[in-house]
């Protein structure tokens, strides 16, 4: 059986802690408390076959930053949060992306961005097209999730385990295969 770490990150209150309580647990938190780190263990099936992910969910909050490097040299898949209710969450994400770039010293980082609170579509204030457009422009795949509904939040971690596996396979495209030098 594979493991995967997965790094779940994004602004604080976009809604990581409940997307990823829905995936391990199947239940909603209403209720928001601020998160320093928390971690979690899943074992989930994806395309046959059995895999276990450990799901880190990280702080949102900028006092916290510091940590996010270390966080990003352990994972292996990344699922960048925003919420489409917060424009200024969706600005945040790029930067974070950006340093898990700069982290792994790798273009190809198994990752997928995620728009959250899609069960708010009244108070929307990123559009779809935008959200889309932004992970084309990465090469990374893009989805709406709801934590509340559980809208897509399976298949949210089911895609980042392909995306892992994908980024693992010696197609001449493998990531550790990027920092080889042959003398």
């Given at each position: 059986?594979?493991?995967?770490?997965v790094?779940?990150?994004?602004?604080?209150g976009?809604?990581?802690s409940?997307l990823?309580v829905?995936?391990?647990t199947?239940?909603f938190?209403?209720?928001?408390?601020?998160?320093i780190e928390d971690?979690?263990?899943?074992?989930i099936e994806?395309?046959s076959?059995?895999?276990?992910?450990?799901?880190?969910?990280t702080?949102?909050?900028e006092q916290?930053?510091?940590?996010?490097?270390?966080?990003i040299?352990?994972?292996?898949?990344f699922i960048?949060v925003?919420?489409?209710v917060?424009?200024q969450s969706f600005?945040d994400i790029?930067?974070m992306?950006?340093q898990?770039?700069?982290?792994k010293?790798?273009?190809?980082v198994p990752?997928?961005?995620?728009?959250?609170?899609?069960?708010?579509?009244?108070?929307?204030e990123v559009a779809?097209?935008?959200?889309?457009?932004l992970?084309?422009?990465?090469?990374?795949?893009?989805l709406?999730?709801?934590?509340?509904?559980k809208a897509?939040?399976?298949e949210?971690f089911a895609?980042?385990?392909?995306?892992m596996?994908?980024?693992a396979?010696?197609?001449?495209?493998?990531q550790?295969c990027?920092h080889c030098?042959?003398?």
């Open positions: 059986m594979r493991e995967y770490k790094v779940v990150l994004g602004s604080g976009v809604g990581k409940a990823t829905q995936f391990v199947g239940s938190i209403e209720k928001y408390d601020p998160t971690f979690y263990r899943k074992e994806v395309d076959s059995p895999s276990v992910l450990e799901i880190l969910d702080a949102g909050t916290f930053a510091s940590m996010r490097d270390l966080y040299k352990n994972g292996q898949g960048l925003y919420s489409l917060n424009q600005q790029r930067p992306r950006d898990i770039i700069r982290v010293r790798y273009e190809k990752m997928i961005l995620v728009g959250n609170k899609v069960d708010l579509e009244g108070e929307r779809y097209g935008e959200g889309k457009a992970a084309e422009e990465w090469g990374c795949p893009f709406e999730t709801s934590a509340k509904n897509s939040v399976d949210l895609e980042i385990v392909r995306q596996n994908y980024a396979q010696p197609n001449g495209d493998d550790c990027s030098v042959i003398l």
